[in-house]
């Protein structure tokens, strides 16, 4: 075994950067599917809370309708109230 030709050392080079960019795309690759699961159990957990509070906010909360609706229905009340005052005689006092 001899000293190597420029030939064989640009090949042993390019094996060496050939070898170091297969490692570093590798380790990349690596990391974005690793980050990947990460963000798809995220989703999955994200899904579930969404589905919960959906199945939970009719029985914690009233829709803006219903709540209208009941607000219509009280204010209607008190003016009933406040026309059947009106109507009663002003009863004052005079001595």
């Given at each position: 075994?001899?000293v190597?030709?420029?030939?064989?050392?640009?090949?042993?080079?390019?094996?060496?950067v050939?070898?170091?960019?297969?490692?570093?795309?590798?380790?990349?690759?690596?990391?974005?599917?690793?980050?990947?699961?990460?963000?798809?159990?995220?989703?999955?957990?994200?899904?579930?809370?969404?589905?919960?509070?959906?199945?939970?906010?009719?029985?914690?909360?009233?829709?803006?309708?219903?709540?209208?609706?009941?607000?219509?229905?009280?204010?209607?009340?008190?003016?009933?109230?406040?026309?059947?005052?009106?109507?009663?005689?002003?009863?004052?006092?005079?001595?």
């Amino acid at each position: 075994m001899g000293v190597l030709s420029n030939a064989e050392i640009l090949l042993l080079i390019a094996n060496v950067v050939g070898w170091l960019i297969a490692t570093l795309l590798g380790w990349l690759v690596k990391g974005l599917f690793d980050r990947l699961k990460e963000l798809e159990a995220e989703n999955k957990l994200q899904t579930a809370a969404i589905a919960k509070i959906r199945e939970e906010m009719p029985t914690n909360y009233a829709r803006r309708e219903d709540l209208n609706d009941a607000l219509d229905r009280i204010f209607d009340a008190i003016r009933r109230i406040e026309d059947r005052l009106n109507a009663v005689p002003n009863r004052s006092h005079h001595t």
